[in-house]
């Protein structure tokens, strides 16, 4: 429910996990138009990690090891109220401590860093916040798609 109460949600992951993060906005535009991500270090994720308020939710994907400034913007997060998910590789990522759900999908062992863990946690949370707003949202859905065949999009 925090992803689908919040106000706006923001999803948050460098280096490798940026491509989670990406995908997982991509996914969640079918429920929530006020889904951003903040995939970079320089200034422009910076800046974008100023913008949450209590209301929002960040969504954090920590999967390397620690990056000075994934922990500033959880910083940022947790000062401003912001209701924060975890998606780590171990139960003992440093960020847990600022995190109000964390969900764990170990990797240990696999010997390289393996993105499927996080990646099905990802699908599972898209899949459960999908099926508590269709009916909201299948009004809008039916009217994209009658859109896109008039403009014979799905035509071969």
Request: with cysteine; aromatic share 10%; hydrophobic share 45%.
């Amino acid at each position: 429910n925090a992803l689908l109460n919040a106000r706006r949600v923001y999803v948050a992951g460098f280096w490798s996990a940026a491509a989670l993060a990406e995908l997982f906005v991509e996914k969640f535009l079918y429920n929530n138009d006020n889904i951003f991500s903040i995939t970079s270090t320089g200034p422009e994720g910076m800046a974008r990690a100023m913008s949450i308020q209590k209301h929002d939710c960040l969504l954090v994907y920590s999967v390397n090891r620690p990056i000075s400034a994934l922990e500033r913007i959880v910083k940022i997060a947790k000062e401003k109220g912001a209701t924060i998910i975890l998606i780590a590789n171990k139960e003992t990522c440093w960020l847990a401590s600022y995190a109000d759900h964390c969900l764990v999908g170990s990797t240990e062992g696999v010997g390289f860093l393996s993105l499927v863990a996080p990646l099905l946690i990802s699908e599972i949370l898209l899949s459960c916040s999908v099926s508590k707003v269709w009916k909201k949202r299948k009004k809008y859905t039916d009217s994209l798609n009658t859109l896109l065949e008039d403009m014979d999009y799905y035509k071969d």
